[in-house]
């Protein structure tokens, strides 16, 4: 499924696309155009990237309401490195201690439109709130940029022009419904290690020690606002984050933030080939576009148990697939 951008409704009233009530467009009256998933249309130079700056942040707790702080911010506390392997279970709670976010419920921007409502600029020349061309999620930005290598996963999203500013968010195709209703328990238990695995990477002071025998609740979420420019257009961007690191090389955000990830473990030079490929790719997508620094991955044997942890400079993965020519690019990602 190819992906598509949908027109959504104008501040000057225009109707928006015609659409079921949960938000994909109707079948036979309207489609949206789409991108072709082919990495040759889009290989070139790599375009200009301007450092990504923190504007602001956010919080959601328990309940999934909003903070404009960052009560949510967990700090990066990594088992000793003299350990032979970590003695993370990451099954340990997953019956009894699991509160997962209602994600049949599509939340669009609320949380960034809310961060803006408070952080309302004066105003720029252009008679804009939101001194920015695009604010949307970094999720969206990251599918956007992956999609020349994206094969099997179709998306589509709702442009709204507002002053000047165009908001993007994502809307729920039938497929994707399909699967999220569909999702075997093999696949929610893998979503919860990834889960856990936060949790026994963070600490809720700089100072602290994990407690990972707590309740997993992904309500909870603590946010990164960021401004950067891509080209000639300005973007503003919101992105969840997992920890900031206390004592890392780049104290100041958003270099300081470290994203945490789950893959299975890698026995052989085709599995490392392979997760090259088609994983590091999101993850360097998902990292580069916010500027987090750092990756800390945890290969997870079969038991559920972290067999071995390993750091991906982001800023350096491009050089662990240069030598196979037929991986990703990240000017065509």
């Known amino acids: 499924m190819e ?28 489609a949206p155009p789409t991108l072709p998933a082919d990495p040759a249309l889009y290989d070139g130079p790599f375009p200009f990237y301007r450092r990504p700056a923190e504007e602001g942040r956010f919080s959601l707790d328990a309940q999934r309401r909003y903070h404009p702080d960052a009560r949510q ?23 009894d201690r699991y509160v997962r976010r209602d994600e049949g419920r599509r939340e669009g921007l609320e949380h960034l439109l809310q961060w803006v409502a408070g952080n309302r600029a004066q ?25 020349p290598y994206e094969s099997q996963e179709g998306w589509l999203l709702a ?16 497929a994707a419904r399909q699967q999220r209703e569909q999702r075997s328990d093999m696949l929610q238990e893998l979503a919860y290690m990834g889960y856990k695995f936060e ?23 603590f946010c990164t606002v960021v401004r950067t420019r891509l080209g000639s257009h300005s973007l503003l961007f919101a992105g969840e984050v997992d920890c900031a690191d206390p004592r890392g090389a780049s104290p100041e955000p ?18 490392r080939k392979s997760f090259y490929r088609h994983k590091l790719i999101k993850w360097w997508a998902q990292s580069f576009l916010p500027g987090v620094s750092r990756i800390v991955a945890g290969f997870r044997a079969p038991d559920g148990s972290v067999a071995a942890l390993e750091t991906f400079e982001t800023m350096k993965i491009f050089q662990l697939i240069r030598g196979d020519r037929g991986c990703w690019k990240p000017a065509c990602a």
């Open 3 to 30: 992906p598509g951008v949908r027109p959504a409704k104008r501040s000057s009233g225009a109707a928006e696309a015609p659409a079921e009530p949960g938000g994909s467009p109707k079948r036979g009256r309207w």
């Open 73 to 95: 911010l967990r700090y990066f506390a990594p088992p000793p490195a003299e350990r032979p392997e970590p003695a993370f279970d990451l099954r340990h709670g997953y019956r």
């Open 123 to 147: 105003g720029d020349a252009a008679g804009r709130p939101v001194n920015a061309d695009f604010v949307t999620w970094r999720g969206h930005l990251t599918k956007v940029l992956t999609t």
């Open 159 to 174: 442009v709204s022009l507002f002053r000047g500013t165009l908001y993007v968010s994502e809307v729920e195709t039938p």
């Open 199 to 221: 949790h026994y990477m963070c600490a809720d002071t700089p100072d602290g020690s994990p407690d990972p025998t707590g309740v997993v609740n992904t309500n909870e979420a």
């Open 254 to 271: 958003p270099a300081c933030y470290v994203e945490l990830k789950t893959c299975k473990e890698l026995h052989s030079p085709a599995q």
